[in-house]
């Protein structure tokens, strides 16, 4: 008869930082995802966008109820997050129908990578299970919104390329060239990269032209321009890169903004939404540079890299000093209270 060691269960085992960390930076993004997609879908029209936003909400919704439970099973403080207080419902459309598809297509794109790289960092059985949970919805709802936006004609498809008819190897160290000339083609990994940067940054253009719209504040109506005026920036560098490379230039297929001025988030919200962005794209920019194997490339994202940190920064200097931002969870300070 064969020995099983009995299993141990997840409850006996206290959170660690690792979980306490992702359990906790979910549950914010959730709780903004939850009050983004009640807003949309209280004027979403689209019949056949419906059944889908509804359940990517349902989605957000039970994530968010999920991890209070792990926290309250814990005795562990519930972040504050999102709530109703955070919407208002009566504001006009800000976003047309396709923007909502647009939306539950990036954010579950994003999901999967970050859900992913949170995943790995966790070993209690409960917690993991459910962020593999997370990536499988965030997988299946991206699959839908790819579905439906390439029935719609809103998905810009990422460039063709030829195939190789054999595997070669790099012989010259020239492959890493291109600042000084002598550049050789785009790689599939590359051109990849530069496709998904674009696209992220129209995301951020629509956006961030939605809230500059409605926001009152003049200091922080243009910090949102600025912000806007930086993807916009990456766009038209990304977009000469292909161009150079006689490769065509990727273009919006449709503004989804109305010309609507009143607000329909706090800004708290709207902050808290720029800064998740600000960060997603200094990890993928990052992970672009990692992969760039062209000199000029990696010199480009070094670049912005430092841009859109700078931005960022101010960006997380104003939701302090209006204390907008919850902090995460701290260790232990025992210098103070060796004191």
């Known amino acids: 008869m064969s020995f099983q060691k009995p299993q141990v269960k997840p409850t006996n085992i206290e959170l660690s930082c690792t979980e306490i960390g992702g359990l906790w930076g979910v549950y914010i993004q959730e709780s903004l995802t939850v009050c983004f997609l009640t807003y949309l879908l209280h004027h979403l029209q689209d019949g056949e966008i419906l059944p889908l936003a509804e359940e990517a909400l349902n989605i957000s919704k039970g994530r968010v109820e999920k991890i209070k439970s ?3 099973s814990e005795n562990f403080p519930v972040p504050a997050g999102f ?3 955070d919407v208002n419902l009566a504001a006009p459309a800000l976003f047309h129908d396709t923007f909502t598809l647009s939306f539950i297509y990036m954010m579950n794109r994003l999901g999967m ?3 992913a790289f949170t995943a790995t960092n966790n070993v209690r059985l409960d917690v993991l299970d459910f962020f593999n949970e997370c990536i499988h919805t965030s997988t299946e709802m991206f699959g839908k919104a790819v579905r439906m936006m390439l029935e719609k004609g809103i998905y810009d498809r990422p460039p063709k390329m030829n195939y190789p008819h054999k595997i070669e ?4 160290t020239s492959f890493l060239d291109g600042i000084f000339g002598g550049k050789r083609p785009l790689n599939a990994i590359e051109l990849s990269e530069i496709f998904f940067n674009i696209e992220r940054n129209y995301f951020s253009v629509i956006i961030m032209l939605g809230f500059a719209q409605v926001i009152e504040d003049k200091k922080l109506k243009d910090l ?11 766009i038209e560098l990304f977009n ?3 161009m150079q490379e006689d490769l065509l230039g990727t273009v919006p297929v449709s503004m989804e903004v109305t010309d609507s001025t009143v607000s329909p988030f706090s800004d708290k919200l709207i902050f808290s939404m720029i800064n998740v962005l600000n960060s997603v794209d200094i990890i993928l920019i990052s992970h672009a540079l990692a992969l760039s194997m062209r000199g000029d ?5 070094t670049k ?3 841009q859109v940190m700078s931005y960022g920064k101010d960006i997380f200097d104003v939701m302090v000093k209006q204390k907008w931002i919850e902090q995460p969870p701290l260790t232990t300070n025992r210098k103070k209270l060796l004191e």
């Open 304 to 306: 912005i890299i430092a």
């Open 113 to 115: 990578i970050n859900f």
């Open 224 to 234: 949102m321009i600025r912000g806007k005026k930086i993807s916009e920036q990456q």
């Open 169 to 172: 190897y790099i012989e010259k």
């Open 240 to 242: 000469n890169l292909l």
């Open 83 to 85: 709530s109703e207080g």
């Open 70 to 72: 792990f926290f309250v």
């Open 297 to 301: 490339l990696t010199g480009h994202y």
